[in-house]
């Protein structure tokens, strides 16, 4: 953990003997009372906690000073088709870790119907993936996350054109650049994309790829389909690397 992060609920309350903050604070880092750590409010502030006391019943009591903002989240927003669900739990950790603002997940014609039963959208694990990205990017945001039936729900939702909870960056245009990532029959190459101080929408597909029918509405909303190159990939990897792509394209990583 680079930084304790606190739900606005627990402030001022103790952390509990087997609360894994806790157990890292104290086994891992060995700090010791009076000792100070990074710490930060989610969806808040961040700064730096003291240890005041540790209680007999193992409890840790804490103060926090935190005066600095959140590091804003940059202006890219991902859909991704529905993958195996420990594959969406690290997608969702690793985009949350880059400081993307938001997450569609997207159930894709050609990918396995059975991943978009996965309960990490309603037991907490996909929030909770998401905040271990923003844990270890020292952050106190996590990115807006919503799932659609198909891709062409989402088109017709258009929720990029929409506020959306969880949304903050330093500069957002009204129309962003859409694309998605496709290694068949593509438009151009994304290591070409030039997109410097513009907002992005990328779409990348299942596992399988995008369906013919799927290109064809992408196309009609106004997506350019990009190659990255002529190799498959996971998911996974065609996800965080088109990301990492569309991140350094838009400036977000000079």
């Known amino acids: 953990m680079n930084i304790i992060l606190l739900e606005p609920g627990e402030v001022g309350k103790p952390l509990p003997r087997r609360d894994e903050r806790t157990i890292h604070l104290l086994k891992v880092l060995h700090k010791k009372c009076g000792d100070s750590f990074d710490a930060g409010v989610l969806g808040g502030s961040r700064g730096t906690g003291r240890i005041e006391a540790l209680r007999l019943d193992g409890s840790l009591v804490y103060s926090l000073d935190l005066r600095e903002e959140a590091p804003r989240r940059f202006p890219l927003q991902v859909a991704v088709g529905f993958a195996r669900p420990i594959q ?113 929408v990328l779409a990348v597909g299942s596992e399988r790829g995008w369906s013919d029918a799927e290109r064809e509405k992408l196309e009609k909303s106004g997506f350019l389909r990009l190659s990255m190159g002529e190799r498959a990939m996971r998911t996974e990897t065609a996800c965080i690397a088109a990301a990492v792509l569309a991140l350094e394209k838009i400036g977000a990583l000079d």
């Open 88 to 200: 969406i739990r690290r997608i969702l950790r690793d985009l949350s870790n880059l400081g993307v603002m938001a997450i569609d997940l997207i159930g894709t014609e050609l990918g396995e119907k059975s991943y978009m039963d996965t309960k990490m959208l309603t037991d907490g694990g996909a929030r909770s993936a998401m905040i271990e990205g923003a844990v270890q990017a020292r952050d106190t945001q996590i990115p807006a996350l919503c799932a659609f039936n198909t891709v062409e729900e989402w088109l017709n939702e258009r929720p990029w054109d929409k506020p959306r909870e969880g949304k903050k960056s330093g500069s957002i245009r009204i129309s962003p650049l859409l694309v998605a990532a496709d290694n068949v029959r593509p438009e151009g190459a994304m290591a070409n994309l030039s997109a410097m101080g513009q907002s992005v």
